[in-house]
């Protein structure tokens, strides 16, 4: 560890957040982590907003770097591959590759942010503002007010990174001060979560794959959690004919999931009260330039580049940004004026190319993966 620096503002102790607090706490730095939530691991989790994510190895590595692999992974749930639920007939299992040795990893998101806190916690020169939500930011000064129960709070940092997610107010900031563009693209799908709860203590379906019920106009995947119940998640439409606005009763819901997804409604008890009470999540992607003012105020994670989650990439792409920040301030010695635009130059293509192959995987899980044609490639790529 190097020689103690000055204070980091990192707002946001989401994923990214917290792994950068880590990240810069390692390099000396004394990082003042904000929040806007009370602590997580005191608290209740929301309902039906995305309890689990698939992590690869390209997120994996940045927990390596921490020694955060192993706790992870100690619950994480490896899926081989894809099972697909098709309308009639028999579920149909694809290899992610044509061994089964290597897998993505259902993880609990909750538990994930958790450890990442209390790894930050633990760290020396971490300090860790829960209940604070930045309001506003100057990019000349470093200058930030926070909203916190006990009314407005003013703090200053020479470096202020935002890590605060899709909606970030730090880039907020930046597009009313000017020194901004932002595109934001919505999705008009949305997203519902369901439970599959256990049957008799076990899994109700194969815990190896990561299931998908590709109907072409709308989709369901399903992500095993540690306790034993599946997650789903419904893509659909948010307005429409044939959207989630389109299911008024009970029996409605019944009758669509009776005839589009049969297999599920035996598996889900709770499947109705589940429709009627879980928000619909909006989907979409953030695009933003320059990511970095005057390597005073910079923007990582989804903050930088939200994407949609059909590559289920998101996550693992904030883990690789605060890989490669930590790099650029080795290479600049800690010179943040040069490692805030380098990190930009490095990243903001890859940022791209994941964005543009989220949204064509989209396309793929809802419908190709059903296709014979595909099924037929897929094996002799294996083969
Ligand atoms: P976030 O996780 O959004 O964290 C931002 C933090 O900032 C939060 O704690 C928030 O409370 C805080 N905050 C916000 N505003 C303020 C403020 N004004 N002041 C202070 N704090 C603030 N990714 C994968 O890699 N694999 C998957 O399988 C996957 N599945 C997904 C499924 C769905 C349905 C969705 C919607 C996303 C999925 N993702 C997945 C994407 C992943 O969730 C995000 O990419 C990831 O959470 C981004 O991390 P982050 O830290 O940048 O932002």
Redesign the pocket.
């Given at each position: 560890m190097s020689a103690e620096r000055e204070e980091i503002a990192v707002?946001?102790?989401?994923?990214?957040?917290c792994l950068l607090a880590c990240f810069l706490a390692r390099r000396g730095y004394q990082v003042a982590l904000?929040?806007?939530?009370p602590d997580p691991r005191t608290g209740t989790v929301e309902r039906g907003r995305?309890i689990n994510?698939?992590?690869s190895e390209r997120?994996l590595d940045a927990l390596r770097r921490i020694g955060l692999d192993g706790q992870v992974m100690a619950d994480a749930l490896p899926m081989r591959g894809r099972m697909i639920h098709p309308v009639a007939g028999e579920p149909q299992f694809q290899s992610y590759s044509g061994t089964g040795d290597r897998a993505i990893n259902s993880i609990s998101r909750g538990a994930l942010n958790n450890a990442l806190l209390t790894a930050a916690a633990a760290l020396p020169g971490v300090r860790i503002a829960f209940d604070?939500?930045?309001v506003g930011l100057d990019p000349t000064t470093g200058d930030m007010t926070f909203e916190t129960p006990q009314g407005k709070v003013a703090e200053t940092a020479s470096v202020v990174l935002g890590?605060?997610?899709?909606?970030s107010?730090v880039r907020g900031q930046l597009l009313g001060y000017g020194v901004l563009t932002e595109s934001l693209d919505f999705l008009d799908y949305g997203?519902k979560e369901l439970t599959i709860p256990p049957i008799g203590g076990e899994f109700a379906l194969d815990p190896d794959a990561l299931h998908i019920w590709p109907r072409g106009t709308s989709m369901m995947i399903a992500l095993p959690n540690p306790d034993r119940s599946f997650t789903c998640?419904l893509f659909w439409p948010t307005h429409g004919t044939a959207s989630f606005a389109s299911l008024g009763s009970p029996a409605a819901i019944e009758q669509h999931f009776a005839t589009h997804y049969p297999d599920l409604p035996p598996l889900a008890p709770n499947l109705v009260d589940d429709y009627q009470h879980n928000p619909v999540?909006v989907l979409g992607t953030v695009r933003c330039t320059p990511w970095q003012v005057d390597g005073r105020v910079g923007l990582l994670?989804?903050?930088a580049h939200?994407i949609v989650?059909f590559y289920?990439?998101?996550?693992?792409c904030?883990f690789e940004d605060v890989v490669e920040l930590d790099r650029c301030l080795d290479e600049c010695d800690d010179e943040w004026s040069a490692a805030l635009p380098l990190f930009q130059q490095r990243r903001q293509a890859d940022a791209e190319a994941i964005a543009r192959m989220a949204l064509a995987n989209f396309v793929e899980m809802r419908d190709k993966v059903a296709s014979p044609v595909f099924r037929t490639r897929k094996r002799v790529e294996h083969a």
């Open positions: 707002v946001g102790a989401g994923l990214a957040g904000y929040e806007r939530r995305s994510l698939a992590l997120g604070h939500r930045l890590a605060d997610g899709a909606g107010a997203y998640t999540g994670g989804d903050a939200a989650p289920g990439q998101g996550a693992n904030a």
